[in-house]
């Protein structure tokens, strides 16, 4: 037992004073330097793959960085904001920023109205119905973004596929329309991002003391105003952080858009800026344009996250 | 918490007026699932279905003809198996680290007082709002230059996708693992200090097995996020296709004149079954720790 104890003390070793430990026992001020122990694997990954190429993302917005200074054949040169001049000037950024926030919108919106929905479904319904329905979410949610794309492609194929046989629609190309084809992609990223607004919410409805909702009802509150005053309050926490990550999600995706329009539709009429920046960098070789979208994602997302930090901190919650 | 006692307590509180109502309901809720479920059910169907009954214009919901075919042709043309292996050994090696790096990490925020630990807290939180897909270009040039360097983690390895979804994974698991951490009592620790353990022995012995539910769920999301990985696979495997996962080979069977729809859906299937059943098996874990998680 002595022998064991002594090497973990040894592996976590760096502490002589064993003595003064023992006489205080919880103490954390001998052990300064251990939470930045624990955390230096942590900083290091996010530092390299993630502070890094943020900076580096900025500084190449800045340059002009086509095929010619990525293969070395011509130096790099500073360029300031000729790239955002050039990025704003562009008729198609704004057509695309307008598309994207919409859309991401539209994808919040109807997310949280169906998660929310069915996770108050749950709560009502016995336990047979209540685990099809969640093992059905479940399977929605497990399933890869690409291979939910795929699918769903193929369930509104105009040639082989049954939903436009059941709706009678004939060959009708839900990918040829602009406006149809952002709705056949909104339907496959509500399908797989509902089911963690409804676990979520039904997990946080559950959490709810049965106590506080029986003592509401007591006292005479209809149905409505324990819903309105009892539960809506308490769940608001759980509401904000399924809101905010659904806005991150739904903000960037790529992999429906690319996969269902075909790299962002005919002539681009389904682009949104994720797939918008990596046509530009990767495509046409326009690294600098596609870091200056990057840059501009990057900071309207930043302004969600300020937006929620005020929302938490109004909350009154310990960081 | 527990079902039983919710629906005795909600029986009993309004048997009459609840009981039609909640058949229509249930009803529904079953009607939703398998709305819920069609697109996965076609999914198998048409991986099954011979490929005469996949590419015919009137499709039906069943097959009376079921065929490998399309399972067969996946796996002897394409070399899915070594696809399937690749996407296997890449989320396997960002859930085990993460989960490991977070866990140390979570721990670190929650147990310790020091300076600037609100300001690293603040930081992993807008982390996790980071466009992901903004940094493919500057983790190119970096995977290509740290490439000349170390061979092993450069373009065209399985390196190069394992570290970005390790770095895009961890900020979201620290915050989740968090709630879990804390809600270990403190005079648990102190008790191991009292009775002589130390504080690695404590960490690893007596938190991580506590915490443990927690890593599961969170594991869950580093995994998903990984497997789903299209755009650095895309990206970052550019010649090297013995290197590619799941997702590129997917896209071998869309073709410009007629697409292998059979080929795509058996494909899709062999990529989705794994991460259901991972899910239904870690389901009642993953509710309750996404309860945790929210609760705090």
């Not at chain 1, 190449?60 to 955002?84: D, H, K, R, W």
């Not at chain 1, 608001?236 to 690319?258: A, C, E, H, M």
């Not at chain 1, 990057?294 to 309207?300: E, Q, R, S």
Request: with cysteine.
């Amino acid at each position: 037992m002595t022998l064991t104890v002594k090497e973990a003390r040894a592996g976590g070793g760096r502490t002589p004073l064993t003595g003064a430990r023992r006489v205080r026992p919880p103490s954390r001020r001998g052990s300064r330097w251990t939470p930045w122990l624990y955390l230096a694997p942590a900083l290091v990954v996010l530092g390299g793959l993630l502070v890094y190429p943020i900076y580096q993302l900025g500084l190449i917005s800045f340059l002009e960085y086509t095929q010619a200074q990525v293969s070395g054949g011509e130096p790099t040169s500073f360029q300031g904001l000729a790239n955002y001049a050039e990025l704003f000037g562009d008729g198609q950024f704004w057509q695309v920023l307008l598309a994207t926030v919409v859309f991401a919108a539209a994808c919040v919106v109807c997310t949280l109205a169906v998660g929310c929905s069915f996770a108050v479904l749950l709560t009502r319904i016995r336990a047979v119905p209540r685990l099809a329905l969640m093992l059905a979410a479940l399977g929605a949610w497990a399933t890869p973004a690409i291979t939910g794309s795929t699918v769903w492609v193929f369930l509104f194929d105009p040639d082989f596929g049954p939903v436009n046989r059941v709706l009678g629609l004939g060959d009708f190309s839900w990918t040829y329309g602009r406006y149809s084809a952002f709705a056949l992609v909104l339907l496959e990223v509500v399908w797989c991002s509902f089911p963690f607004v409804m676990v979520t919410v039904y997990a946080g409805i559950r959490a709810i003391p049965e106590e506080v909702l029986e003592a509401a009802a007591l006292d005479g509150a209809s149905q409505w105003r324990i819903w309105r005053s009892v539960m809506a309050p308490m769940l608001r926490p759980i509401l904000v952080v399924v809101t905010i990550q659904s806005v991150i999600w739904d903000f960037k995706v790529f992999t429906q858009i690319y996969v269902m329009t075909n790299g962002g539709g005919i002539a681009g009429q389904n682009l949104v800026l994720n797939v918008y920046a990596y046509q530009k960098a990767f495509a046409s070789s326009q690294y600098s344009l596609g870091s200056a979208i990057g840059i501009v994602m990057l900071l309207i997302l930043l302004a969600v996250t300020l937006v929620y930090l005020r929302l938490l901190r109004r909350q009154g919650e310990e960081l | 918490m527990s079902t039983v006692r919710e629906g005795t307590v909600r029986t009993v509180r309004t048997p009459r007026i609840r009981r039609p109502g909640r058949l229509a309901a249930e009803a529904g809720a079953l009607l939703i699932a398998a709305a819920v479920a069609f697109p996965l059910y076609w999914m198998v169907l048409s991986a099954f279905k011979p490929a005469g009954e996949v590419q015919s214009t009137e499709p039906l919901p069943w097959t009376l003809h079921p065929s490998l075919d399309a399972f067969r042709r996946v796996f002897q043309q394409q070399d899915f198996g070594r696809y399937f292996l690749n996407s296997l050994f890449v989320a396997g090696v960002v859930v085990i680290a993460s989960a490991l790096i977070a866990f140390l990490a979570a721990t670190a925020v929650t147990r310790f007082r020091f300076r600037f630990r609100t300001t690293l807290l603040i930081m992993f939180l807008v982390a996790q709002m980071v466009p992901v897909e903004a940094l493919t270009i500057p983790l190119f040039f970096l995977m290509r230059d740290v490439g000349d360097a170390v061979p092993g983690i450069g373009l065209n390895t399985l390196g190069s996708l394992i570290l970005p979804h390790l770095a895009f994974s961890l900020p979201f698991a620290i915050w989740m693992l968090r709630g879990f951490v804390k809600a270990v009592p403190e005079a648990l620790e102190e008790a191991a200090c009292l009775d002589g353990a130390s504080r690695s022995r404590f960490l690893w012995q007596i938190l991580f097995p506590l915490v443990f539910p927690g890593l599961v769920a969170t594991s869950v999301f580093s995994f998903i996020s990984t497997w789903n990985d299209f755009l650095f696979a895309k990206s970052f495997i550019i010649s090297a296709t013995e290197n590619s996962t799941l997702p590129m080979a997917l896209l071998v069977f869309f073709k410009p004149d007629e697409n292998d729809w059979g080929g795509i859906m058996a494909a899709s299937t062999v990529m989705t079954v794994p991460v259901l059943v991972f899910f239904v098996l870690v389901q009642r874990r993953l509710v309750s720790g996404l309860g945790g998680a929210v609760k705090d």
